[in-house]
T-cell receptor, first 111, second 113 residues
């Protein structure tokens, strides 16, 4: 079945440093989504990428979808304490069936 | 709009007991999902439904049953709970076309002793 690998599992950064998490799928995806989960909370949708090579920005966050639609990355510039949480990528096949989630990257920020 | 709600929020079961988790959404979404989240494992799909009266198996369906008798509700049942089913359970829903964004409920933390 489809597998989605995500690295790193944990990332410690000083406040103000940049952060990147990478996602790689074993199969070509129809779309990839990114979610953020705060400690004790539920996943919250950040963005969806659909097109090959697509790049989207949300303020300090930059999301990329690879040309082969098998990998993706999330980059945060100048991290802030509010960025703390776990970031998940989730691959979709385009139908009604659910998402295949990566294991997530825990972002820990040291002030 | 309440969005997606789940009951109960917490539950402790003994091995062999049964229970039902309820998910309700008020967004008129056709598609609904049940995931489980275990430490270091991300979220894994248990079952899903594409509409009232329909259900389908996901990645880890064993030991669970589901029902979608009403469009707004999706029930997850554990007939005979096992310690391996200790987890946080999330329900999600989404529209049928276009944006694939899934809206998650707050989760149910289940412990089986």
């Amino acid at each position: 079945g489809q597998q989605v690998m995500q690295i790193p599992q944990y990332q410690h950064v000083q406040e103000g440093e940049d952060f990147t998490t990478y996602c790689n799928s074993s199969t070509t995806l129809s779309n990839i989504q990114w979610y953020k989960q705060r400690p004790g909370g539920h996943p919250v949708f950040l963005i969806q990428l659909v097109k090959s090579g697509e790049v989207k920005k949300q303020k300090r966050l930059t999301f990329q979808f690879g040309e082969a639609k098998k990998n993706s990355s999330l980059h945060i510039t100048a991290t802030q304490t509010t960025d703390v949480g776990t970031y998940f990528c989730a691959g979709g096949r385009g139908g009604a069936d659910g998402l295949t989630f990566g294991k997530g990257t825990h972002l820990i920020i040291q002030p | 709009n309440a969005g997606v709600t789940q009951t109960p929020k917490f539950r402790v079961l003994k091995t062999g007991q049964s229970m039902t988790l309820l998910c309700a959404q008020d967004m008129n979404h056709e598609y609904m999902y049940w995931y489980r989240q275990d430490p270091g494992m991300g979220l894994r799909l248990i079952h899903y439904s594409v509409g009232e009266g329909t259900t389908a198996k996901g990645e880890v369906p064993d030991g669970y049953n589901v029902s979608r008798l009403k469009k707004q509700n999706f029930l997850l049942g554990l007939e005979s709970a096992a310690p391996s089913q200790t987890s946080v359970y999330f329900c999600a829903s989404r529209i049928t076309h276009g944006n694939y964004e899934q809206y998650f409920g707050p989760g149910t933390r289940l412990t089986v002793t």
